[in-house]
């Protein structure tokens, strides 16, 4: 078997597990009142951190822990030649969600969501979506690289878009921009992902794009989730994380001061005793 075979293979397992997760209402997941959900922030392609957080997750001798996984793909470039191998990463999330289905899940995020599209976004002047396209033929081989990218997509297509844990936190890999505070429907998290409206402009776009939260939105947004503190990404963070408005805190993962931050389900959080549970990558050994 090549590669390219196994990954396409990997991808499409992932793919049902994804949809058939019995945590997911809708295109939310929803988690109990006990055990733990660790956070991430982007990951854009670092698989050093990845192998970290693999290493502390632990997952197969600690049923209980939960991670969230976002933003996976798109790394930013490293030398003259060159080529963006995320799709190494992106294998890597799928291959441990086939291993530990229950406890692996994944968030939509707009680099993702972009791939699937074919959204063009430039990182200063490339153009990612391509560059991805180009490391997927590099890893994979050219051979069956269109059925490739058809997994690919099928995969980010069955991702949850965010998700809820009892203790009234809620994580996502970003939340709407405050303008859109009044057109926002909070409810689109319930619907399933093959009725989500992903278009531009549309509400999970909305939703995994937004930069600008301001204290009303959250308000309005934590009314209608019924959640105080939301944990998300999307915006760099050089020092590894960020908190708004005493509610929001902001992850990432993807620099040498990625972090992510492991939720206990079963306890309450203000906003302080949550950002003391956050864990610097550079500390897992
Ligand atoms: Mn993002």
Redesign the pocket.
């Known amino acids: 078997m090549s590669l390219a075979d196994s990954a396409i293979e990997t991808l499409q397992q992932a793919t049902e597990l994804n949809y058939e997760d019995p945590l997911r209402d809708g295109s939310l997941l929803r988690f109990a009142n006990y055990g733990q959900v660790v956070m991430t922030g982007?990951l854009h392609g670092n698989r050093r951190n990845f192998e970290k957080l693999v290493r502390y997750c632990r997952l197969e001798s600690t049923p209980v822990r939960h991670v969230l996984l976002?933003?996976m793909i798109h790394s930013d470039p490293q030398t003259v030649d060159w080529v963006d191998r995320s799709v190494e990463l992106l294998l890597d999330a799928a291959q441990w969600k086939v291993f530990l289905p229950e406890q692996v899940h994944f968030l939509q995020?707009?680099?993702e969501l972009a791939q699937l599209q074919k959204h063009e976004i430039t990182k200063a002047g490339r153009l990612v979506t391509e560059e991805f396209e180009r490391g997927v033929a590099e890893v994979l081989g050219d051979k069956r690289v269109d059925e490739a990218l058809e997994a690919i997509n099928a995969f980010i297509a069955s991702f949850p878009v965010a998700a809820r844990s009892d203790n009234g936190i809620f994580y996502a890999?970003?939340l709407p921009d405050s303008y859109q505070l009044d057109r926002f429907d909070p409810n689109c998290v319930f619907a399933p992902p093959d009725r989500l409206d992903l278009s531009e402009g549309g509400m999970i776009y909305q939703l995994?794009?937004g930069r600008r939260h301001t204290p009303e939105l959250l308000e309005k947004l934590g009314e209608a989730w019924d959640v105080r503190l939301f944990i998300i990404?999307?915006?760099p963070q050089e020092m590894g994380y960020s908190v708004q408005h005493d509610r929001l805190v902001i992850l990432a993962t993807d620099n040498p001061h990625g972090v992510f931050l492991p939720v206990d389900c079963s306890r309450q959080y203000d906003l302080e005793s949550l950002i003391q549970r956050i864990i610097p990558c550079a500390g897992v050994p």
């Open positions: 982007d976002h933003e995020s707009n680099h890999h970003s995994v794009w990404g999307h915006q």
